[in-house]
């Protein structure tokens, strides 16, 4: 079992910046695929960003260019840097990781963290 312990969220205005944490209770952190994901209220849960074990990363259109994930696998710790944050990024953003070694598939979610920007 693995635990996922997300941080970072709260309220910012449109245009400011907030980055989020997600620390991992695992061993070999870097052999897993881990992510992002997040939910606005009334919207089904869509991916935001994802980290692979060979340093690829993959965003969702609307993020390009405004959010970077990264990955420190020293601390078992999972990135996320939401800059020019718009109205439209209000979300409860969640973290998930990989079951299986090197595969793209995800099995573990944190609690989540309520991210929201104002107008």
């Known amino acids: 079992q693995v635990q996922l312990v997300e941080s970072g969220g709260g309220l910012v205005q449109a245009g400011g910046s907030l980055r989020l944490s997600c620390v991992a209770s695992?061993?070999?952190?870097?052999?897993?695929?881990m992510a992002w994901f997040r939910q606005a209220p009334g919207k089904e849960r869509e991916f935001v960003s994802e980290s692979s074990p060979d340093g690829t990363t993959y965003y969702t259109d609307s993020v390009k260019g405004r959010f970077t994930i990264t990955r420190d696998n020293t601390k078992n710790t999972l990135y996320l840097q939401m800059n020019s944050l718009k109205p439209e990024d209000t979300a409860v953003y969640y973290c998930a990781a990989g079951g299986t070694p090197f595969v793209k598939k995800y099995d573990y979610w944190g609690q989540g963290t309520q991210v929201t920007v104002s107008s």
């Open positions: 695992r061993r070999t952190f870097n052999w897993y695929h």
